[in-house]
């Protein structure tokens, strides 16, 4: 299926750095979700953009729905080792199902003490 | 629990045989969805139920794959005649409606020898 392109593909950080990582697609969604994911776990939910242009911050997390409504991206500002993990990008309801989720890449985050 | 819950966690099976993997959604979400995880991937869609019926199922590989869900609330996943691409983690979610933010549970992963 459909996957969005999602860069860096994995970090190598210093804890304290800010994060950059960002999401592009093909087509247009409607809502745009940002996701992390531990070993062994599901994915959790951490922002939910649903307006184009929309700037959303969650704690150290801001994320940012493009005007394009084809890409986002999503900042960590002074990270710190629980930040590890796995971040996907998702996009919802541009075609058929309203409620499925296309999911990016990922972008594996590893943070240096 | 107040999650998702999948069983088995793990499942190890080989070619040709069937397998069931099931899904208890949070109660009182009346929409469900199974996702693929490849290693290494973002999650792929497979199928939406919402209640009982399945207005989506564009994400299902092939005609081995099938799900169903009983009483608006437990699904299983049923994948026949299993191939050692089927191996991968599977993923349920659920929402309290269609389009609301979906909760996932920690997977089952599924290994084809």
């Known amino acids: 299926g459909q996957q969005l392109n999602q860069s860096p593909q994995s970090m190598f950080i210093q804890e304290g750095e800010d994060v950059s990582m960002n999401c592009t697609s093909s087509s247009i969604f409607n809502t745009w979700l940002w996701y992390k994911q531990d070993p062994g776990e599901g994915p959790v939910l951490l922002i939910a953009?649903?307006?184009?242009?929309e700037l959303t911050s969650n704690g150290r997390l801001t994320a940012q729905f493009g005007t394009t409504r084809k890409d986002s991206f999503l900042n960590i500002s002074a990270s710190i080792p629980s930040d590890v993990g796995i971040y996907f990008c998702?996009?919802?309801?541009?075609?058929?199902?309203?409620?499925?989720?296309?999911f990016g890449t990922g972008t594996r985050l590893q943070v240096m003490l | 629990g107040a999650g998702v819950s999948q069983s088995p966690s793990n499942k190890v099976t080989e070619k040709g045989k069937d397998v069931e993997l099931r899904c208890d959604p949070i109660?009182?979400?009346?929409?469900l969805y199974w996702y693929r995880q490849r290693l290494g991937q973002g999650l792929e869609f497979l199928i939406y139920?919402?209640?009982?019926?399945?207005?989506?199922k564009s994400g299902l590989p092939s005609d081995r794959f099938s799900a169903e869900r009983t009483g608006e609330s437990v699904s299983t996943l049923t994948i026949q005649r299993t191939q050692q691409e089927d191996s991968a983690v599977y993923l349920c979610a659920s929402s309290y409606q269609a389009g609301g933010e979906q909760f996932f549970g920690p997977g089952t992963r599924l290994t084809v020898l």
């Open positions: 953009l649903y307006k184009a242009g």
């Open positions: 998702a996009g919802q309801g541009n075609t058929g199902t309203a409620s499925k989720l296309t």
């Open positions: 109660s009182g979400h009346t929409a």
């Open positions: 139920f919402q209640g009982n019926s399945a207005p989506d």
